[in-house]
């Protein structure tokens, strides 16, 4: 009898709430520039679990952050020495470490002192969450609940969610739990323009009841939010901008995940799959790249005289015998939903009508619970499906106006580039 790996997971955790006096004046990213924290609501955290295979440990990890770029990621990679993604949850109400939101337009938001402790503090998550490994087993849940997407209001045609709520609960073998991986896809914007407290917005709703509903610690992954994805304008009671909405957005998602996760069956997990393939986004926003000769990333994101932006896309894969059980595409930036779930239109007013169709992500996959990880391992902003790009006049539609989106994407080929690199990575034996 040949003798199997044994499956492990461990958690981490550790807090990145900005230290406003240390870190400040603190900047909170992700509306409009200048403004500046007041004051905290809630802690931010890096969360990690870990999973392993004959002792090469996969760290996944889910940062309180509006986005790290690659060259932070990267010295995340480096000093933990282990494989690891790093996925921000795209907060809204959090510290500004791309450098978009400063004191005003021609001036970086970055606090380094600030980058550096979230660098710091998710290796020390990494490295707790590898400590930690023990035997495990995992349970997989999923729910598409209508519920889930009364939280979510799009702006832009075809109104598309990639509203799927998936689960890993990780529990040791006698059944205690570890920790509970929850992929989901909103902007955590819910407190608005207007708040300057700290504070993680659903997110940190959603873990607190999902860890007291399933136990062990919860590890938030943000999905395709592009398009976009937000609570504001969602149709809901509670008033809009405020931690009422924010605590039952959270909420409702975590009682949704918890009662997806009842019952489920233990999936058998005997090989972890994880390739990554570079890319090279050529960038047409001139307004990146303003910014990068404006030196607002501080260093980050060089683009060089060529304009191209180095990114990275990822497969993750957990199988057994039988084929895979969960698939992950990890995407450096926030994805139009369409780009995950299919469902791509030809408007009128287009800029490249006849743009091949992109393959979407989720229907590459094939095992019956699928994940996309949102901005892991860079923030690259839109990804919009080419054949709906529209930079110039007449608008999608006949708008009378642009639509949003554009302003905040590298450019037409990044969708093209991401969802042909993610069709290699799938292929690939
Ligand atoms: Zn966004």
New binding site residues.
């Given amino acids: 009898m040949p003798v199997l790996a044994q499956f492990q997971a461990g958690v981490g955790s550790g807090v990145i709430t900005p230290d406003l006096g240390k870190h400040g004046p603190v900047y909170i990213a992700g509306f409009s520039q200048n403004r500046r924290a007041t004051g905290v609501h809630d802690d931010l955290y890096a969360r990690c679990m870990a999973l392993q295979l004959v002792r090469r440990p996969l760290v996944l990890c889910g940062v309180d952050s509006i986005g790290l770029f690659l060259d932070d990621v990267k010295k995340i990679r480096e000093r933990l020495g282990e494989r690891v993604v790093v996925s921000s949850t795209?907060d809204h109400e959090a510290p500004d470490t791309l450098g978009l939101w400063g004191p005003d337009r021609a001036t970086t938001g970055i606090q380094e002192a600030y980058n550096e402790f979230v660098i710091e503090r998710t290796v020390q998550a990494a490295r707790e969450a590898i400590r930690n490994l023990k035997p495990a087993r995992i349970k997989l849940a999923k729910t598409a609940d209508a519920e889930l997407d009364t939280f979510i209001h799009d702006t832009r045609p075809p109104v598309r969610h990639d509203s799927e709520l998936v689960l890993m609960l990780a529990e040791e073998v006698n059944g205690n739990p570890i920790g509970v991986l929850v992929n989901w896809a909103n902007?955590p914007e819910t407190l608005g323009s207007k708040n300057t407290l700290i504070t993680s917005d659903y997110a940190g709703f959603l873990r607190a009841r999902l860890e007291e509903l399933a136990g062990g610690t919860a590890v938030f992954i943000n999905g395709a939010?592009g398009g976009?994805q937000s609570p504001l304008g969602a149709k809901l009671e509670q008033p809009e901008n405020s931690f009422e909405r924010a605590n039952h957005i959270g909420r409702r998602v975590a009682e949704l995940g918890a009662a997806a996760l009842r019952g489920a069956p233990v999936a058998a997990v005997d090989q972890i799959t994880f390739r990554e393939k570079t890319i090279q986004v050529p960038v047409a926003n001139v307004n990146f790249q303003l910014a990068g000769k404006a030196n607002l990333f501080a260093g980050r994101k060089n683009m060089g005289t060529e304009n191209v932006m180095t990114s990275v896309v990822g497969y993750i894969r957990l199988s057994n015998g039988e084929g895979p059980v969960l698939e992950i595409a990890t995407i450096p930036g926030?994805m139009y939903p369409e780009l995950s779930v299919g469902g791509i239109e030809r408007y009128s007013g287009a800029d490249f009508p006849d743009a091949p169709l992109e393959p979407p992500i989720k229907q590459q996959m094939k095992a019956p619970f699928r994940m996309l990880f949102g901005l892991a391992n860079d923030e690259m902003g839109y990804i919009i499906p080419k054949a709906e790009w529209d930079q110039t006049a007449p608008w999608l539609k006949d708008a009378t106006k642009r639509w949003y989106g554009e302003v905040n994407s590298p450019g037409p080929e990044a969708a093209p580039m991401i969802n042909n690199a993610f069709a290699d990575l799938i292929k690939e034996k």
Avoid: L, R
């Fill in positions: 795209h902007h939010v976009m926030e």
